[in-house]
């Protein structure tokens, strides 16, 4: 099928170092003595942990619950008994802990009940569910819940959905021989994905380096009948990153600064992804093993099928490593990382395992100054200038470095392959970034704790008025009761009243906001008089009848006259009185 | 263990640069030996010598590792454009001063390999092109064969310097010949008849051209350089020699005239390439190119030195910096977007 391919710019050709291992069978991995299930495998939430230590498991038995739309649950590997549900170091260049669920396998390998659907006939929310239940997530690396990508993007019609074959990176043949040898159920996964999504074309790209997964990929598609592109992309690292691929197959190209490439028309699946997919939709069975590479300094490579969970070193065991290996290489040599110990367990991201050795990744020449050849900025695929970043952030003028979009950096590291002085560019880049969101992080917290103060502030504030206010209700309510006993004792005050009150009611009527205008004066001068109040003179207080008669006479006179609300002491009379 | 990704490195270094470019000289430098005899090895040998020196009581006196940088190579490369760019009979202590200045002054004193804003070895060039202008401009006249011996004593100083060892490169004596004649004379009757000068430009100095030309198309091959630099150097120098050619080649030389000539081939390819002080963008290297190429003629043609690359190539270091502000390329998804 001959189309038409674009190039990327950038790229390099590290040695491919597959052939060690892509000429043996995928072999399944012996149970392991026991499986560390890290419940935060997936971009997103983490899992809720729903077993505890004690508890039997069965294979497939979900163990950890989904937490939010972007999650993905996360199952027994194999039937066993809970050991502890504790925090163990992940697979992760942080070497930080996260809560892991630890079975002991009972060599019964018992599956749950498992439950097929036919996504056909079941409404696309439910397979959304299922997907989601049965802990499907991007195995090329990210581990994005597949679920949130098969969502279609409201507004853009989707024109292709790629699958990406291409797996770049030197080293790792997983990709490679799931093609090979499993490549109906991969194209009936892409089937499974392309119902949801509509798109136009279906596009599935191999690196050329993998001319018997492409042969195994066409025979499949053909034999399937089904319309999609089995195109072999020249092999240049990074081809296989999603935006790379995305420009090789259809031209676009995805602005780094855009969060989905759904928004333009295009999805990217691995091919891990949709064989994974399959098993749960025409099995039931949720994702718990993967194939995965062993490789590098090991005297048989080969790929495995094994458990998630599976300790990294009973694994590279398998492959018989070389006495020299110093550590295990999760990942490519390319964007992997050193694990933080060999015990760490696989995860659903886990692709390859290298046994690392000085003898096959020789340490670093000592790094020199940047003489700006400019290779690394010939070399990027995203056509930054990674000379300048590195200036900047070495100079920790971070602000520059976003100018020259450091954040479009997807940290495939050609720029440090290439560079002559030796420079670890993409540390400096990973470090600008953290250091960036970090600052982000502590504005932000600077910018919560400053709201807080002022709300605080508000907070007393008003707090302080409405026990003013409330004092003077209660004021305003105890000298009403006073002067309405004093109006009671002065007839002639009725007709006051009377004058008064519809007066009121009628600026009410005709203008409610200078009503509450007015409320507001009106609830000052009730505090105002509370406080006075506080500090009555005695005199008032312990008249005799006749004195408050008197004084009582005079109120409902001057209220008459003024034709004010009857207060039984206005401030003025005070004074006077 | 700490040891970040990528763990695949492409075997490259930057002595490996250098020295490629080291060779790359070796085409031109065969032509020069052959054009002025082994004057011009003795020349390379005294400025690196005189580079390494210098280079070493720097690193030492900043603290930097001798064994990780006196191994640059970086320093030879200055030297060896130095001597190439030096009257090959010029004093060995002209050469040393130069070399010393520029190794000393240009480079370290800005921060050592990889900081200095202007190219070193033209930075030596202007300093003794202004403060020694009559020994700078001593060129040995064609067809003077001297053997190995009387070469080294005329530049250790152990021979007298006789005027009549020496005369003008082509370039100048061209402009020279122009500027007395008044227009006496034309281009063509003295391409014709004057013995320095061969088919297009100074004879024997258009194989030198040449040769730099030949080394520089490797340098591009391996891609060391890219053939922004040197095509716009190139094209700007022809353009402008063409259109004043054009308009009257009685009195201005022709573009060949001027690609064959001097310093253009060396700072096409080997000077203004550098990428130290150089621009880094494509659209910045291309008006990076041009301008070396239009002062080079503006100066060599017009100006009162007998060629004009160093300042055209220092003068445009100048601008490097705003020009690859003012250059950066669009980034991957952002083109209809710049």
């Known amino acids: 099928m001959l189309m038409n391919l674009f190039k990327f710019k950038g790229g390099v050709k590290p040695p491919s170092n597959k052939l060690q291992s892509n000429h043996l069978p995928i072999a399944q991995a012996p149970m392991p003595s026991r499986l560390v299930v890290p419940l935060h495998q997936s971009i997103g939430g983490t899992p809720r942990p729903i077993v505890q230590a004690g508890d039997h498991v069965l294979k497939g038995q979900m163990i950890g619950q989904a937490d939010g739309w972007i999650s993905a649950a996360v199952h027994a590997p194999t039937s066993g008994t809970v050991l502890e549900v504790a925090m163990h170091v992940r697979p992760h260049p942080s070497g930080l802990d996260s809560l892991c669920v630890v079975i002991e396998p009972d060599g019964k390998d018992e599956w749950i009940t498992r439950t097929p659907i036919d996504h056909k006939a079941t409404a696309p929310a439910d397979v959304f569910h299922h997907l989601q239940q049965c802990g499907i997530v991007g195995l090329g690396g990210a581990g994005f819940p597949a679920h949130g990508k098969l969502t279609p993007s409201t507004g853009v019609p989707m024109d292709e959905l790629i699958i990406n074959g291409a797996e770049c990176e030197p080293f790792i043949t997983c990709d490679d021989l799931l093609m090979r040898e499993r490549a109906d159920e991969v194209v009936r996964g892409i089937a499974v994905f392309r119902d949801l999504l509509q798109p136009k074309k279906v596009l599935i ?5 993998k001319p018997e997964a492409i042969a195994a990929m066409r025979a ?3 034999a399937q009948k089904e319309p999609f592109s089995v195109v072999a992309v020249p092999t240049l690292y990074p081809a296989g990153g999603a935006k790379q691929l995305i420009r090789v197959l259809t031209g676009k190209e995805v602005p780094g600064s855009m969060r989905s490439t759904a928004d333009m028309g295009v999805q990217v699946f691995n091919v891990g992804t949709a064989y994974s997919a399959w098993r749960a939709i025409a099995h039931g069975e949720p994702l718990i093993s993967r194939i995965l590479t062993i490789t590098g300094n090991v005297h048989a490579p080969r790929n495995y099928e094994v458990l998630i969970g599976t300790p990294m070193d009973e694994l590279l065991a398998l492959a018989l490593p070389h006495p020299d290996t110093d550590g295990i290489l999760m990942g490519g040599p390319m964007m992997g990382f050193l694990v933080p110990n060999p015990q760490v367990p696989v995860v659903k991201t886990t692709n390859c395992l290298i046994a690392h050795a000085d003898r096959l990744f020789p340490p670093k020449a000592p790094e020199m100054p940047c003489i700006r050849c400019g290779a690394c900025a010939r070399a990027c695929p995203h056509e930054l200038q990674p000379f300048e970043m590195y200036w900047f952030a070495r100079a920790k003028n971070f602000g520059k470095t976003q100018e020259y979009n450091i954040f479009d950096c997807i940290e495939c590291g050609c720029c440090s392959f290439v560079c002559p002085s030796r420079i670890p560019l993409v540390q400096y880049f990973r470090f600008a970034k953290s250091e960036i969101w970090a600052r982000e992080r502590e504005k932000n917290a600077a910018d919560q704790a400053k709201t807080r103060f002022e ?9 302080k008025a409405d026990k003013a206010e409330k004092l003077a209700k209660a004021a305003a309510a105890q000298a009403a009761k006073k002067a309405a006993e004093a109006a009671a004792a002065a007839a002639e005050t009725g007709v006051a009243e009377a004058v008064a009150a519809p007066a009121d009611a009628a600026i009410a009527t005709v203008n409610p906001e200078k009503e509450a205008k007015r409320a507001t004066i009106e609830a000052a001068m009730a505090r105002a008089k509370a406080q006075r109040e506080a500090v009555q003179p005695k005199n008032v207080d312990n008249l005799t009848p006749e004195q408050q008669q ?5 109120e409902a006179r001057r209220v008459a006259a003024h034709l004010i609300a009857p207060e039984p002491v206005a401030p003025d009379s005070e004074k006077s009185e | 263990m700490f040891a970040p990704a990528p763990f695949l490195l492409k075997d490259a270094s930057v002595s490996q640069v250098m020295i490629q470019v080291c060779v790359a000289l070796i085409p031109g430098i065969a032509a020069y030996a052959s054009l002025v005899g ?29 064994a990780l940088f006196l ?15 030096f009257p090959p009979l010029a004093p060995w202590w002209l050469v040393v001063t130069g070399t010393v200045f520029a190794v000393v002054v240009a480079k370290h004193l800005y921060g050592g390999l990889g900081q200095n804003p202007f190219n070193p070895a033209m930075v030596a060039f202007a300093v003794c092109i202004v403060a020694f202008p009559a020994l700078m401009s001593q060129w040995p006249s064609v067809g003077l064969q001297l053997g190995l011996i009387d070469q080294m004593n005329i530049i250790l100083g152990w021979a007298p310097r006789v005027d009549a060892l020496s005369g003008a490169t082509p370039l100048d004596a061209m402009k020279t010949a122009l500027k007395l004649g008044e227009g006496s004379f034309d281009v063509a009757t003295l391409l014709a008849n004057q013995d320095i000068y061969g088919n297009f430009a100074g004879r024997g100095w258009e194989w030198v051209a040449g040769g730099y030309l030949l080394g520089g198309l490797w340098l591009w091959h391996r891609q060391l350089i890219t053939w922004h630099v040197p095509l716009a150097f190139v094209g700007s120098l022809s353009l402008i020699s063409g259109a004043l050619w054009l308009y009257n080649p009685a009195q201005f030389a022709s573009p060949l005239f001027h690609l064959l000539s001097g310093g253009a081939m060396l700072g096409a390819f080997f000077i203004a390439t550098d990428p130290v002080s150089g621009c880094t963008t494509p659209r910045g290297k291309l008006i990076f190119g041009a301008g070396c190429g239009l002062l080079a003629y503006i100066i060599r043609v017009f100006g009162g030195y007998p060629d004009g690359v160093a300042f055209a190539v220092l003068l445009m270091n100048l601008s490097a910096p705003v020009i690859d502000l003012l250059t950066q390329p669009p980034v991957f998804g952002m083109k209809d977007k710049a």
């Open chain 1, 455 to 463: 709300f605080k502030q508000y907070r007393e504030e008003r707090e």
């Open chain 2, 38 to 66: 082994p004057a011009i090895l003795v020349q390379l040998v005294i400025a690196t010598l005189a580079a390494l020196a210098a280079e070493a009581v720097m690193l030492t006196l900043r603290g930097k590792s001798l």
């Open chain 1, 220 to 222: 499949a598609v053909d």
């Open chain 1, 550 to 554: 008197a004084a009582a006479e005079i």
């Open chain 1, 205 to 209: 790209g191999i690196e050329d380096n």
């Open chain 2, 71 to 85: 191994t640059d190579g970086s320093a030879i490369v200055t030297a060896w454009l130095i001597a190439l760019t």
